[in-house]
């Protein structure tokens, strides 16, 4: 009841009704406020017809009041409860029909997932059903602002549970601040982030028992396979561990190269421009962009004193950075 309503049941049950006009007075309310307040009254059942005065009506005692406004609140508490018996069962049904017409799964584990909404429903399921451990393997450094917001309900999902997240980025990760804050956030609610300066492909891995892994390694949107082979995800479990041990906290900075030496982000380059990579190409594998990529590999040259790339990748075998 709002404070209107009550001053009007408290007027009636201390003394006769009286008229509308009596009761605004007495209660310091307007009549049009008096005429909703007894409307409401009984609806609660809190006045009845009086006995008394034909049409009139009588306040309810505060001891039956009060009894018969929890009765209906344990009615209404029922009532809720059925309905929510009801609708889990509905589901339970909805779920193991839909279970039963599509399969999750084939007979060897793997399922395909054709397109960005399948591996979201599936991530959905799979972040729900999380215990215990989550690794991931993220390439291409900087995130588009889409895969970040799709992704932090999850995570946070995750986190609040105490499940342990380990992931690790590429380091020009590092260079793009929507990425970057991402992954602060998740360090700062007890996951674990690391970078290196080159990744293998995409990887998710859920409780080591269930693998996410792209279709096209080049094109996350023509989907993905999930995985439940045991062979397969263990060997999976085994590349992210190795790629983890080779990255480097977030918090902590790359080390910078010695005088005589090289930079990882700069061996990384040379190398991948030695096996015969274009700069394109070496720039994906690093996330970064070709400019970024030439513009590192001008800076090479000039430390190198070599006029050419030839020249460059040799000078640069000779000091033991390939």
């Known amino acids: 009841m709002d404070t209107h309503t009550e001053a009007v049941y408290r007027e009636m049950l201390e003394r006769a009704p009286g008229g509308v006009a009596e009761l605004a007075t007495?209660?310091?309310?307007?009549?049009?406020?008096?005429?909703?307040?007894?409307?409401?009254?009984?609806?609660?059942?809190?006045?009845?017809?009086?006995?008394?005065?034909?049409?009139?009506?009588r306040a309810?005692?505060?001891?039956?009041?009060?009894?018969h406004l929890l009765r209906r609140q344990e009615e209404e508490l029922a009532r809720r409860h059925h309905a929510l018996a009801v609708g889990k069962a509905a589901a339970a049904r909805a779920i193991a029909e839909y279970s039963a017409q599509t399969p999750e799964t084939d007979q060897d584990g793997n399922e395909r997932l054709v397109g960005l909404d399948a591996i979201q429903g599936r991530l959905e399921?799979?972040?729900?059903?999380?215990?215990?451990?989550?690794?991931?393997?993220?390439?291409g450094g900087a995130q588009s602002e889409a895969s970040l917001e799709a992704s932090r309900s999850l995570d946070e999902q995750a986190l609040n549970r105490q499940v342990r997240m380990r992931a690790v980025y590429q380091d020009?990760?590092?260079?793009?601040?929507?990425?970057?804050?991402?992954?602060?956030?998740?360090?700062?609610?007890?996951?674990e982030v690391r970078t290196s300066p080159v990744l293998p492909a995409r990887l998710l891995i859920f409780d080591r028992t269930t693998a996410l892994v792209p279709i096209d390694p080049d094109n996350s949107r023509l989907g993905?396979?999930?995985t439940t082979s045991p062979g397969i995800v263990a060997t999976l479990v085994a590349l992210f561990?190795?790629?983890?041990?080779?990255?480097?906290?977030?918090g902590a900075a790359r080390g910078q190269a010695p005088e005589d030496g090289i930079s990882p982000g700069d061996q990384e380059l040379l190398r991948l421009l030695a096996s015969g990579m274009t700069d394109e190409a070496a720039g994906k594998r690093l996330g970064v962009s070709m400019r970024t990529?030439?513009?590192?590999?001008?800076?090479?040259?000039?430390?190198?004193?070599?006029?050419?790339?030839?020249?460059?990748?040799?000078?640069?075998?000779?000091h033991g950075w390939l």
Not at 26 to 55: F, K, N
Not at 125 to 139: A, D, N
């Open 172 to 191: 020009s990760a590092r260079n793009d601040p929507a990425t970057l804050a991402y992954a602060q956030w998740t360090t700062e609610r007890a996951g």
């Open 26 to 57: 007495r209660a310091g309310t307007t009549e049009p406020r008096v005429r909703e307040a007894l409307d409401q009254l009984v609806g609660l059942g809190l006045l009845t017809p009086s006995r008394e005065a034909v049409g009139g009506l």
């Open 241 to 250: 561990e190795q790629t983890w041990e080779a990255a480097v906290p977030l």
């Open 60 to 67: 309810v005692s505060l001891e039956a009041g009060l009894a």
């Open 224 to 226: 993905a396979l999930c």
């Open 125 to 139: 399921v799979l972040t729900r059903r999380l215990r215990e451990e989550c690794l991931s393997i993220i390439p």
């Open 293 to 318: 990529v030439r513009r590192q590999m001008a800076a090479l040259m000039e430390r190198l004193q070599a006029t050419s790339r030839f020249e460059a990748g040799l000078k640069a075998a000779r």
